[in-house]
């Protein structure tokens, strides 16, 4: 067996990667550097040279809410760039089965919560992340119509947001997670008393550890086809993943703060933006094939500022002035 695992040193494509290399799978890999995805010249290169027998896409241009809001250009063309190359090369390299990595903001900004599969399309979208979201919707869409057209095996997962080991802990361009461990650290080793969270307070998110969502992906991609297609009914299309619970981001900086041990005042920024109110997946789907969620959010949050010590703060200080 062997995997091209697009987007390898990603967080979530590395996760996918060290759980299929336990597995024993030939993984193929590419840095951005050796195969630009968005060029459709390069991925058919790629599958030319290289046969495999499945794709995982864990590719894409990914921020939190500021980037996408700042950027939605790159976030549109990238994206779609990336998803129509692959999925397209790959079948036209004749690779039978593939996953596709979405996101929970493919789903209207204000449908009923928890957000079921099949609300998709049924609404607005939330603004500041539209372009982001349509491209990921248009990923679905290209899996489905190979997959109706075609006869090819191209699942989608959708994971709600993220956080673990290989995160970007980039202080604007991150998500809430990675961006509060770096904030409450830093407040903490500067004896900062007070940290800034962006918005009200008051969005909630449900938060996922990558490692979970890696052996969610898996979990998809072996189930048989039946089974997939018995539960993707009626346009064989995609499949939440998600915690289960979700936090106030209020909530979530106060986590955050206790595991960082940060003791000052927490203030919120009124004039960022809040983004979603509410993005809850309903995840019964995959849990009634026996999928369900093993990192306990306290536990993830205590080992990811463990990891961000290790590597991102470990790296920066014995990295060259
Ligand atoms: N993180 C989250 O909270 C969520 C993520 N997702 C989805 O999960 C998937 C993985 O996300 P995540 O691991 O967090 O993202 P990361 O940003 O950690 O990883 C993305 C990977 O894609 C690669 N990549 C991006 N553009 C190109 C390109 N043009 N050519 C080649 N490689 C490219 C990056 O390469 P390089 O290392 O060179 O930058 C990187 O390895 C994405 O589809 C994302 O939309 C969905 C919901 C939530
Ligand atoms: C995964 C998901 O991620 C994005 O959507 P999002 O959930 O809105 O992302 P976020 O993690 O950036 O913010 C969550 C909430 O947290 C608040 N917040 C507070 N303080 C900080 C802060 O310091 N940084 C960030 N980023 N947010 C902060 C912020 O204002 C918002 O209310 C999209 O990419 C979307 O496309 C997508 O798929």
New binding site residues.
Partial sequence: MRVFVAGHRGMVGGAITRKLTERGVDVVTRTRTQLDLTSQDAVKAFFAAEPVDAVVLAAAK???????NTYPAD?IYENLMIECNVIHQAFAAGVGKLLFLG???IYPRAVAQPMREDALLTGIL?P??EP??VA?IAGIKLCESYNRQYGTDYRSVM????YGPGDNFH???????P??IR?FHEAVRDGVKQV??????T?R?EFLHVDDMAQASLFVLDLPLEVYEANTQPMLSHINVGYGEDVT?RE??ELVARVTGFTGEIVF?AS?????MR?LMDSSRLEAMGWKPSVVLEQGVAETYQWFLDNVVQERSVAPA
């Avoid at 800034?196 to 307070?201: F, N, P, R």
């Avoid at 960022?272 to 979603?276: E, F, L, R, S, V």
């Fill in positions: 990914v921020g939190g809410i500021h980037a996408n976030f996101s929970s903001c939330e500041t992340n982001y979201a990921k994971p709600t947001n993220l202080p604007e361009n991150s998500h809430v997670m961006a509060l904030r800034a969270i962006w918005g009200s307070g969005p998110r981001i979530l900086a920024d960022k933006p809040d983004g979603t993005k």
